[in-house]
């Protein structure tokens, strides 16, 4: 069976227990996200991410994220670097700069190929993507139109370095992270001493030109990437490329991603970046439907072949036992921190029905995605010396949210709206039993434990054998 034959029959795998958590959330009562204005108000409201520059009227396709949001981002990126580097020995993690030598972008090809067709609207002065205009030709935001010719505008971000703004100071933002892995290759594998087949990670800011930024934060014009460069012989692109795609998938799933919303889709030869042989996108079911949350590629020899000829350094490895010399290919996973987190928060909201009319607004993440982990609630401000030890205590380890004021059921739907899986109370019979209620954000079932084993009773469910 080909390649792309395997990853279009993928099919969901049984069910992890956060999804089967999720799987929960499809009980009657309960609604999932169908409309992204009910999730960008919230994520406005409670800090998890908004718009950038909010006190000047924002600024298109740039967000920010607040509390919430910086940790979840920060959980899903430790994961991503502890699934694809630290349990590697195979791989390296490095940390390149935004800004590479501007022959690295001639080479690669952005220079050349990186661009969108573009048209003007004259009628009403905006601009569009020419390849997302209907089959009518209308013009999107209504009205007449009156189409320029299409034109190819490069998605490059420009800068100048030092104080002269002429062409030859002209540098580029990286437009993708994987270019400096490229650039530096050779050093990294010769400091780690590493054997074909190994690669190289690292997470950081991308930055694109995007025409029409939109879907929330979905295609913006910065984002942070979290990609790996496999470097392989050329006789083993295809079980890698499995392998890494598998190995994705299996993240995806791990992140709590309900399997039903996650599918793969191999691209047709037509759509294949400049760079790539072969493509499998990872998508997810985001309301506004299908989309690429990450793309798995084969970029065969194109990146070193290139960045050897335009710097005349000989990029090959040459086998230790057979002494062959040749170019290794490479298999790339690249995905998108903030399309992830945006995958994450669609996936986790949701609204349920309560007895008495009520409802609630539950971010059901999976505990080691979530913000905070657990939130720690005196029922009074008298309480406060022992709620203040065991909120200091859990700190140490985790993200912990410390809160004693109002209704202790309006605290509880406060926590359910940041996602926390665990809150923890103090009464006044803690004194004396010793005693505290740990409440659960799924099932808001609740448990009466030790306050001594607060700290083991979270462990055991953040971090399993
Ligand atoms: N190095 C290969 C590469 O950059 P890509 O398919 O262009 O491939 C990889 O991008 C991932 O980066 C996408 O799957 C997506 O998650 C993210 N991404 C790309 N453009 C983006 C944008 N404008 N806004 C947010 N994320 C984006």
């Known amino acids: ?62 967000w920010d994220y607040g509390p919430l949001g910086a940790e979840l981002k920060q959980n899903l990126r430790a ?14 993690g490095i940390d390149s700069a935004i800004i590479a030598h501007p022959r690295t972008w001639e080479a690669s090809g ?8 573009l048209v003007d ?39 100048h370095i030092g104080a002269a703004e002429d062409v030859g100071s002209v540098a580029y933002l990286r437009a993708e992270t994987c270019q400096p892995i490229f650039n530096d290759m050779k050093r990294v594998r010769e400091a780690a001493r590493q054997p074909i087949p190994f690669g190289i990670a ?15 934060t979905f295609r913006s014009r910065e984002f942070e990437q979290a990609e790996l460069e496999y470097f392989v012989h050329p006789s083993e692109r295809e079980k890698w490329f499995d392998h890494w795609l598998e190995e994705r998938l299996r993240f995806h799933r791990e992140t709590g991603l309900d399997p039903e919303h996650l599918r793969t889709r191999p691209h047709a030869p037509t759509e294949l970046a400049h760079y790539a042989r072969a493509a499998v996108d990872i998508e997810y079911r985001f309301p506004f439907g299908w989309h690429e949350i990450e793309g798995v590629h084969d970029r065969g020899d194109w990146d070193l072949r290139r960045h050897g000829e335009y710097s005349g350094k ?34 986790a909201w949701r609204e349920e029905a309560l007895e008495g009319g009520e409802t609630r607004i539950v971010m059901g993440f999976a505990p080691r995605l979530a913000p905070i982990k657990v939130a720690v609630l005196p029922l009074s401000k008298k309480l406060a010396e022992p709620a203040e030890k065991l909120a200091a205590r859990l700190r140490r380890r985790w ?8 209704n202790i059921g309006r605290r509880y739907r406060r926590q359910d709206e940041a996602g926390t899986p665990w809150c923890v109370t103090i009464d006044f019979e803690t004194a004396s039993d010793g005693k505290v209620t740990v409440r659960d954000r799924d099932s808001m079932a609740q448990e009466r434990i030790g306050l001594d084993a607060v700290e083991a009773w979270v462990a055991a469910r953040l971090e399993p054998a």
């Not at 993200?399 to 109002?406: A, K, M």
């Open 1 to 62: 069976m080909t390649r792309s034959a395997r990853a279009a029959i993928y099919c969901a795998p049984p069910a992890t227990p956060a999804q089967e958590a999720m799987a929960d959330a499809q009980r009657p009562g309960i609604r999932r996200l169908e409309r992204m204005d009910d999730l960008v108000s919230l994520c406005a409201r409670r800090g998890f991410v908004f718009q950038s520059s909010e006190i000047y009227g924002g600024i298109n396709g740039f």
């Open 314 to 347: 000989d990029l090959g490895v040459t086998d230790p036992e057979t002494k062959e010399h040749y170019l290794p290919m490479v298999i790339e996973t690249s995905v998108g921190v903030d399309r992830s987190c945006l995958a994450l928060l669609c996936d």
């Open 110 to 117: 952005h220079v050349e190929h990186f661009s969108d067709p």
């Open 121 to 159: 609207c004259r009628a009403c002065k905006r601009r569009f993507r020419a390849d997302q205009l209907d089959d009518a030709g209308a013009c999107p935001a209504g009205g007449d139109h009156d189409f320029t010719p299409v034109r190819k505008f490069n998605l490059m971000l420009r800068t």
């Open 202 to 216: 690292q997470i950081g800011k991308a930055f694109r030109n995007e025409i029409n930024p939109r879907n929330f």
């Open 79 to 92: 994961l991503w670097w502890q699934r694809v580097v630290r349990e590697r020995p195979d791989v390296e």
């Open 399 to 406: 993200n912990v949210f410390y809160d004693d004021s109002g």
